[in-house]
């Protein structure tokens, strides 16, 4: 267990899209994690979806021989109504796990309900609030928050990731996401529930 604790990480985090693909950089130690990088791969202008595939392809290559992450995170089991997206959705999770593999990267799937379970302990939240818990965490000033929500997606996948290694939530005895918020001082321990209380709070904060 504490090997585990203490190994260091380079996490990929990948928000596949055929237009847009959101990608973030974690690198963690312990129970300490910092932003490497986090962003948005803009193909939309490419009229054939196999370029775009390609041009994403290789960005993620390109990612990974600059930073050498350890594990690919990334979403799975999209569901949309309309089939021809969700198709498209498919090629392009492909794509980033074809290109993970290539270069020997480890994968690691996350459906969307887990990820937003692990980060905001609401499995319905809203990509808005995913976004506001992940700029809490991860002490992200207003400048530096993406305009896109592909970005933090991503950043939310790969932070997933980092809490299922079970190094914040294991932190002094911790043993969930809501032990885990009242240490950190995160909550009110005698108001209401940890997340909706955590949720008010940064909800109010942006309409400020």
């Known amino acids: 267990m504490l090997d585990k604790l203490v190994k260091e990480h380079i996490i990929l985090g990948v928000d596949p899209g055929t237009l847009y693909m959101g990608y973030a950089l974690l690198h963690t130690i312990g129970s300490k994690v910092e932003i490497l990088d986090f962003g948005v791969y803009d193909v939309h202008k490419l009229e054939d979806q196999y370029a775009r595939l390609q041009r994403e392809f290789f960005f993620l290559q390109e990612l990974i021989d600059k930073y050498h992450p350890t594990v690919l995170a990334i979403e799975s089991q999209f569901v949309d109504k309309n089939p021809q997206t969700m198709i498209k959705i498919v090629h392009a999770q492909g794509v980033a796990i074809a290109a993970a593999l290539a270069k020997d990267v480890p994968v690691q799937e996350y459906s969307?309900?887990?990820?937003?379970m692990a980060i905001t302990g609401n499995g319905h939240a809203t990509k808005e609030q995913v976004a506001a818990m992940l700029q809490r965490f991860l002490h992200i000033p207003d400048e530096q928050m993406p305009k896109k929500l592909d970005a933090t997606d991503a950043l939310g996948i790969a932070y997933c990731h980092f809490l299922q290694l079970g190094m914040p939530l294991r932190e002094k005895g911790a043993k969930d996401w809501t032990t885990f918020a009242k240490r950190?001082?995160?909550?009110?321990?005698?108001r209401s529930s940890p997340n909706a209380q955590l949720l008010a709070a940064l909800q109010s904060k942006k309409k400020k």
Do not use: A, H
Not at 184 to 190: A, E, F, R
């Open 184 to 190: 950190k001082g995160l909550v009110n321990k005698k």
């Open 112 to 116: 969307p309900m887990k990820i937003k």
